[in-house]
């Protein structure tokens, strides 16, 4: 994998790859090659979305990340619970039950991913009050999104809300108080996201808005299903607390934050092609009467995380069943003015997200200049049927990656055959 100064958390397993073009095709940001006979992820395009994992029959690609031993590396271990975890599990009394069952598979404890959230939606409303608020405002809390508007849709970056994830909020929140009540150093407590994001991975090693991440590591759910299953089937002996809102835990899918935000002239859409095609009509002035967009990489939200193990809208049916049980109390009406003015530093980014220029041919112009009309020329003789089977998911890819250096013109099969054709011509002439 190219792209040395980023972390991926998806990578390629070579031995297992076929090169059989399934991701090649479904690679949203045309991030994947095939080359001889094997998958190859260009880093510096790849946004970690997964689609290459969901799409693999062989397995080859795949995830990294933490495995739960990682978490002896600090004395003290704190759980941070995305809420989509509370889908995975049939039959779940409720939300204290579920992190009442960390404590038994070696945490300390855990802090409810969803309270954070609800600090983040009061802290939304505050900005979308602004008078020179951006129209539409667009939601940072999907790494994988906000990856794809560093590389894809650049001039969108001042779009994005200056808001940290919920996962980051949680980290800082649950080391703070775990300190306090514990009278124990922070340095000494690590915090570490229950995942069903391969992006997430990426955004702790690589923040967005922010120089460190407060998250130690990020553990799939995949993981944990089984333990935490296990768990769930022995008698409870206690619920652990949670002060999180319906409409906290309601972030796990697709609309939850704009349920949450309580604003009209929003839109929410999931899966990555759908987010692109929004992405560009913004980009193009064309929905400026939006207030806030939330765009989610993952179909049905982050219930899809290809590190999730329940079905996706199955978990939903589920989320919404238990959001259901919970008091219909607003965030803004669970936490307090003071609250939230202290939360200030710990809600906010501190950094502004740089684009990542994915487009540039050289960095001499006059060089630059010449590979593009290189790339005109050939796009304009290949067939354009952007069938793959060059290693390129486009025949306009093929031509960027010829005149880059990384190609041959004749592993196009279309160009091969014509050259062929008319070497057989002149021979015959002879």
Same mark, same amino acid.
């Given at each position: 994998?190219?792209?040395?100064?980023?972390?991926?958390?998806?990578?390629?397993?070579?031995?297992?790859?076929?090169?059989?073009?399934?991701?090649?095709?479904?690679?949203?940001?045309?991030?994947?090659?095939?080359?001889?006979?094997?998958?190859?992820?260009?880093?510096?395009?790849?946004?970690?979305?997964?689609?290459?994992?969901?799409?693999c029959?062989?397995?080859?690609?795949?995830?990294?990340?933490?495995?739960?031993?990682?978490?002896?590396r600090?004395?003290?271990?704190?759980?941070?619970p995305?809420?989509v975890?509370y889908?995975?599990?049939?039959?779940?009394?409720?939300?204290?039950?579920?992190?009442?069952?960390?404590?038994?598979?070696g945490?300390?404890?855990?802090?409810?991913?969803?309270r954070?959230?609800?600090?983040?939606?009061?802290?939304?409303?505050?900005?979308?009050?602004?008078?020179?608020?951006?129209?539409?405002?667009?939601?940072?809390?999907?790494?994988?999104?906000?990856r794809?508007?560093?590389?894809?849709?650049?001039?969108?970056?001042?779009?994005?809300?200056?808001?940290?994830?919920?996962v980051?909020?949680?980290a800082?929140?649950?080391?703070?108080?775990?300190?306090r009540?514990?009278?124990?150093p922070?340095?000494?407590?690590?915090?570490?996201?229950?995942?069903?994001?391969?992006?997430?991975?990426?955004?702790?090693?690589?923040?967005?808005?922010?120089?460190?991440?407060?998250?130690?590591?990020?553990i799939?759910?995949?993981?944990?299903?089984?333990?935490?299953?296990?768990?769930?089937?022995?008698?409870?002996?206690?619920?652990?607390?949670?002060?999180?809102?319906?409409?906290?835990?309601?972030?796990?899918?697709?609309?939850?934050?704009?349920?949450?935000?309580?604003?009209?002239?929003?839109?929410?859409?999931?899966?990555? @092609? *759908?987010?692109? &095609?929004?992405?560009e009509?913004? #980009? !193009? $002035?064309?929905?400026?009467?939006? =207030?806030?967009?939330?765009?989610?990489a993952?179909? @049905? *939200?982050?219930? &899809?995380?290809?590190l999730?193990f #329940? !079905? $996706?809208?199955?978990?939903?049916? =589920?989320?919404?069943?238990?959001?259901?049980?919970?008091? *219909?109390?607003?965030?803004?009406?669970?936490?307090?003015?003071?609250?939230?003015?202290?939360?200030?530093?710990?809600?906010?980014?501190?950094?502004?997200?740089?684009?990542?220029?994915?487009?540039?041919?050289?960095?001499?112009?006059?060089?630059?200049?010449?590979?593009?009309?290189m790339?005109?020329?050939?796009?304009?003789?290949?067939?354009?049927?952007?069938?793959?089977?060059?290693?390129?998911?486009?025949?306009?890819?093929h031509?960027?990656?010829?005149a880059?250096?990384?190609a041959?013109?004749?592993?196009?099969?279309?160009?091969?055959?014509?050259?062929?054709?008319?070497?057989?011509?002149?021979?015959?002439?002879?």
């Amino acid at each position: 994998m190219s792209g040395h100064s980023i972390h991926h958390s998806v990578t390629l397993i070579r031995d297992k790859c076929m090169g059989c073009t399934h991701c090649l095709q479904r690679c949203p940001t045309q991030a994947i090659r095939i080359e001889n006979r094997r998958a190859r992820i260009i880093g510096e395009k790849c946004i970690d979305c997964g689609e290459c994992i969901r799409v693999c029959p062989y397995h080859a690609m795949t995830a990294v990340t933490d495995p739960l031993e990682a978490i002896r590396r600090f004395p003290y271990k704190i759980a941070l619970p995305d809420p989509v975890l509370y889908g995975q599990f049939k039959g779940l009394a409720s939300v204290g039950r579920l992190l009442s069952a960390f404590p038994a598979i070696g945490f300390d404890g855990a802090y409810d991913v969803a309270r954070a959230a609800d600090y983040l939606t009061v802290a939304m409303r505050a900005r979308l009050q602004k008078a020179n608020c951006p129209r539409p405002l667009i939601s940072s809390s999907c790494p994988t999104v906000v990856r794809l508007i560093q590389t894809r849709f650049p001039e969108l970056l001042d779009h994005v809300v200056d808001l940290k994830a919920p996962v980051d909020v949680a980290a800082e929140q649950a080391k703070r108080l775990y300190s306090r009540e514990s009278g124990v150093p922070l340095e000494d407590i690590g915090c570490f996201f229950i995942t069903p994001c391969t992006a997430r991975m990426t955004a702790i090693k690589n923040p967005l808005g922010h120089a460190v991440s407060a998250v130690d590591g990020a553990i799939s759910m995949l993981d944990l299903y089984g333990l935490l299953r296990m768990e769930l089937g022995q008698p409870c002996k206690y619920d652990m607390a949670t002060d999180a809102t319906a409409y906290g835990v309601g972030w796990a899918c697709s609309g939850g934050e704009l349920r949450a935000a309580g604003i009209d002239s929003a839109l929410a859409v999931d899966g990555i @092609g *759908g987010v692109i &095609g929004v992405l560009e009509e913004i #980009e !193009n $002035g064309k929905l400026s009467d939006l =207030r806030l967009f939330e765009g989610k990489a993952c179909s @049905g *939200g982050c219930v &899809g995380g290809p590190l999730a193990f #329940e !079905n $996706g809208y199955v978990a939903m049916h =589920r989320i919404n069943g238990l959001m259901a049980r919970l008091p *219909g109390t607003r965030p803004e009406e669970s936490v307090s003015g003071e609250l939230m003015q202290a939360l200030e530093a710990c809600l906010t980014a501190d950094l502004p997200i740089a684009p990542v220029d994915v487009t540039a041919l050289d960095a001499d112009m006059g060089a630059a200049m010449e590979k593009m009309r290189m790339i005109e020329s050939l796009t304009r003789r290949l067939p354009g049927l952007d069938c793959g089977s060059c290693g390129s998911p486009t025949c306009r890819a093929h031509a960027e990656d010829v005149a880059s250096g990384l190609a041959g013109e004749i592993d196009c099969l279309h160009l091969l055959t014509g050259h062929k054709r008319g070497g057989d011509e002149a021979d015959d002439r002879l």
